[in-house]
Nanobody, 125 residues
């Protein structure tokens, strides 16, 4: 069974850090480009980061650039999103997905995407 499961979310104070994981099962993640997305209540889904499958090139939205780092460990069939200096505005449901490609403008989702169920990140004092 093909699955993607995100984990690592939670409640953190402003300025804190979290590391999200995106674990794939039932298929091999290595050939896929990976994207991280988030959706806050009442807002559109935002593609915040992605990583290529070939050379490891990455993209970050301006809203997270310099604070978030995407990575992947193909041996563990897992991708990660390290989130530092978290702000209340980062509060959202975070998803990862396999994507069509990681462009210079953000993750491009296609009809073949595998999505996880999301993990909630809440930044609050």
């Amino acid at each position: 069974q093909v699955r993607i499961v995100e984990s690592g979310g939670g409640l953190v104070q402003p300025g804190g850090s979290l590391r999200l994981s995106c674990a794939a099962s039932g298929f091999t993640l290595a050939p896929y480009e990976i994207g991280w997305f988030r959706q806050a209540p009442g807002k559109d889904r935002e593609g915040i980061s992605c990583i290529s499958s070939s050379d490891g090139s990455t993209y970050y939205a301006d809203s997270v650039k310099g604070r978030f780092t995407i990575s992947r460990d193909n041996a563990k069939n897992t991708a990660y999103l390290q989130m530092n200096s978290l702000e209340p505005e980062d509060t959202a449901l975070y998803y990862c997905a396999t994507i069509g490609y990681c462009s210079g403008y953000g993750p491009v989702v296609d009809e073949y995407a595998y999505w996880g169920q999301g993990t909630q990140v809440t930044v609050s004092s």
